[in-house]
């Protein structure tokens, strides 16, 4: 049997929800250890209370959450501030101050080479390299991020992504690199929704972190519905859960035709093919969407 590969995922969870949806699915993922729960962007100190309550939850109290960089910005984004307001990051018995320095000694310290699973816009990751260059030498990189050749909403051409435009010169700096990069850009992601008896059936879970899912998952819906979780509408399919085919990466390529591209970030943000860029393999199309659906159906929710 093929031993578990160790990962490190860095997440701007509490912004989108679609981080909790990629964290159970990797918590529920036997292909993967992880090590480490890294809090990047905006208000991590709540980004990093979210992990730890999921964390809670699954029984994985022994896995480190560490809290990023405050950069100062995204002052709008607490979309599930009240799924956790009462839960106090200090009762965690995991917490690191430093995410930069938690990656590198998480990597450095490791006897195996570690995956680093980024959903999020990469600040952590970038501080990381420049404390210590020599993790690329020890890990992968696996990322949700960039826009080749479709946009948000699946239109043709591409986006400024997310994940990118919001810290371009750590998505630079992690992008030349000279670690194996694998992404997930909008091209595969961007359509990632599960079916509302699929989400009727993680309601009906008696999973305690399929439960804590969902309950955020209501919490995020209220927030930007405007309106009161009890007046939701039942029985709606998820939202994008863009970031759990990156998860999904860090162990497999099934369903997956995946190109390698020179790639650049532009200033804007943008991800633009470019013969003096470096290399990243990208998940460009899918072979069998429906069959990965239902993988991750099955792994979420069995």
Known sequence: MTAPIPVILDTDLGTDIDDSWALAMLLKSPELDLKLVTAATGDT????????????????????????????????DRTILPWVADYKLESYPNVKPDAAAAIVETIMQSPQPVTVIAIAPLTNIGDALALEPRIAQKARFIGMHGSVAVAYGGKPGSSAEWNVIRDVEAARRTFSAPWPKTITPLD?????????????????????????????????????????????APSIPS????????????????????????????????TREDPAGHPVDA???????????????QRLAP
Do not use: H
């Open 188 to 232: 595969t992601c961007g359509d990632i929704i599960l079916d509302a008896a699929f989400c009727d059936r993680m309601a009906a879970s008696r999973d305690p972190l399929c439960r804590e899912v969902w309950e955020s998952w209501q919490i995020w819906r209220s927030f930007y519905e405007k309106r009161p979780v009890a007046s939701l």
């Open 239 to 270: 939202s994008v859960l863009y970031d759990t085919v990156a998860v999904f990466l860090a162990f497999s390529r099934q369903w997956l035709n995946v190109k390698t591209l020179n790639l650049t970030v532009t200033n804007d943000g943008f």
């Open 45 to 76: 100190r709540y980004r990093a209370a979210i992990a730890a309550r999921l964390l809670t939850s699954a029984g994985r109290t022994d896995i480190p959450v560490a809290i990023g960089r405050d950069k100062g910005d995204f002052t709008y």
């Open 283 to 297: 998940a460009l199309t899918w072979t069998d969407k429906p069959a990965y659906l239902e993988f991750l159906k």
